[in-house]
């Protein structure tokens, strides 16, 4: 009997150990896993599954220094939006916000920098060799003037203004003035259906109220108006 219980005793104690081990170890787990998620929440847009600007910014730049004339820095606006709002309820406005996070994710890939800058403006960088940018770029207004279903069942049609800039053709990397040229572009073919490709040209026009103004000609992708 004594010995039966020599043997379970150890046996015992181990046991503890690995219990008061493994405690810690879970309540680590759980903790790493509530960090992953807060960080997450601080990088994406709860709304769209975009990146934050400050999150989407970072990997932008990473990606232009990296791939340079391979880049396309594609600016995106909501046509309407307000619109769809004022008739159609905010609720549906929401739906259309994800819907359009949901598609520019699904062009742009898993390597892209997508974000969402604000209300119902978005930016994306992404590889995206010359050969390819008329194709890519006629795909992403397809995708973004597709109707977006709500849960109760009703439609409601949706565009976007785009514009995109590209390294080789300005001849810079820097994110900022890609964007400018991008947005420039973008509000030269405000509802026109079609993406428009920014040149020099768009580089030298003057701001007002924080908007690119002019009319320098551009390369434009696309459905019709």
């Known amino acids: 009997m004594d010995s039966v219980l020599r043997v379970q005793a150890?046996?015992?104690?181990?046991?503890?150990?690995?219990?008061?081990?493994?405690?810690?170890?879970t309540a680590w787990a759980v903790h790493a896993v509530a960090l992953h998620k807060q960080l997450a929440a601080t990088r994406h847009d709860p709304l769209t599954g975009l990146l934050?600007?400050?999150?989407?910014?970072?990997?932008?730049r990473r990606l232009l220094a990296r791939h340079g004339d391979t880049t396309a820095v594609v600016m995106v606006?909501?046509?309407?939006?307000?619109?769809?709002?004022?008739?159609?309820g905010h609720?549906?406005?929401d739906a259309v916000l994800a819907a359009f996070g949901a598609r520019l994710t699904a062009w742009a890939g898993p390597r892209a920098a997508a974000g969402r800058l604000?209300?119902?403006?978005?930016?994306?960088?992404?590889?995206?060799?010359?050969?390819?940018?008329?194709?890519?770029?006629?795909?992403?207004?397809?995708?973004?003037?597709?109707?977006?279903?709500?849960?109760d069942g009703r439609t409601v049609d949706v565009a976007a203004s785009i514009?995109?800039?590209?390294p080789d053709v300005l001849g810079t990397r820097d994110l900022t003035a890609l964007q400018r040229a991008a947005d420039t572009a973008l509000y030269e073919g405000?509802?026109?259906?079609?993406?428009?490709?920014?040149?020099?040209?768009?580089?030298t026009v003057p701001s007002i109220n924080g908007r690119r103004a002019g009319r320098p000609g551009t390369a434009v992708w696309g459905r019709a108006a």
């Open 10 to 25: 150890p046996i015992g104690q181990r046991a503890l150990l690995l219990t008061a081990v493994a405690l810690p170890l």
């Open 52 to 60: 934050r600007r400050d999150a989407y910014t970072a990997r932008a």
């Open 77 to 88: 606006d909501a046509d309407h939006f307000k619109q769809i709002n004022d008739t159609a």
């Open 91 to 93: 609720p549906a406005g």
């Open 118 to 151: 604000g209300g119902d403006e978005f930016a994306v960088v992404l590889q995206l060799d010359a050969d390819r940018r008329e194709q890519r770029l006629e795909q992403l207004v397809r995708m973004l003037h597709t109707p977006v279903t709500l849960d």
């Open 163 to 166: 514009g995109a800039a590209t």
């Open 190 to 203: 405000k509802h026109s259906g079609r993406a428009h490709l920014a040149t020099l040209a768009h580089t």
